[in-house]
């Protein structure tokens, strides 16, 4: 079993909206959310009828958020959150050192290399491990390249994170 596995379970969506407890129904639009987890380093996965979203409702430690529209059943999986959706959660983990977030933060840099969306530049040694370097496509050549701390995961781990984090997005990733 990975050794982020276990740590970093999300809840899959549960077809209801957390204000309101009532379904989401097939094609309805809806917001699905990420917010920190208070009691680990992982997240939370909420989603909101569009009702109660533009009431206010929020869930608390909010981190990241899109809209999506409800699969119907049995309907062939289609990727439902883009590319930048991906790319602001992977930009927005930059500073956040806790274990568990730069893992899921390597990961998300595969998936955007796999995407063509971050290009591997090489990497640098540090005292404490490696650190790739990555270009976002299309960014200047002069803006300094994004530094991504490589976790040193094993494939289980990676396919374990990614696994994962399709059903938080509910994505083929």
Do not use: H
């Not at 959660?89 to 899921?104: M, N, S, T």
């Not at 971050?118 to 803006?143: C, N, V, Y």
């Amino acid at each position: 079993m990975s050794r982020y596995g276990n740590q970093y379970q999300i809840a899959r969506p549960t077809g209801r909206c957390a204000a309101t407890e009532q379904p989401i129904e097939p094609g309805e639009v809806y917001i699905a959310t990420l917010s920190e987890d208070p009691e680990d380093e992982g997240f939370v996965r909420l989603d909101y009828s569009l009702g109660a979203w533009e009431s206010g409702s929020r869930p608390d430690q909010l981190f990241s958020y899109w809209k999506i529209t409800a699969p119907e059943p049995n309907a062939k999986a289609k990727p439902i959150v883009d590319d930048a959706v991906v790319m602001d959660i992977f930009e927005r983990l930059a500073d956040d050192q806790r274990p568990q977030r730069v893992a899921f933060r390597f990961v998300l840099a595969l998936i955007l290399m796999r995407k063509r969306q971050l290009k591997f530049i090489g990497r640098t040694k540090q005292d404490d491990g490696e650190i790739w370097l990555m270009q976002p496509r299309g960014a200047s050549e002069d803006l300094p390249p994004a530094e991504v701390v490589n976790p040193r995961l094993s494939d289980d781990d990676i396919l374990e994170l990614t696994a994962q984090l399709s059903e938080i997005l509910q994505s083929e990733l």
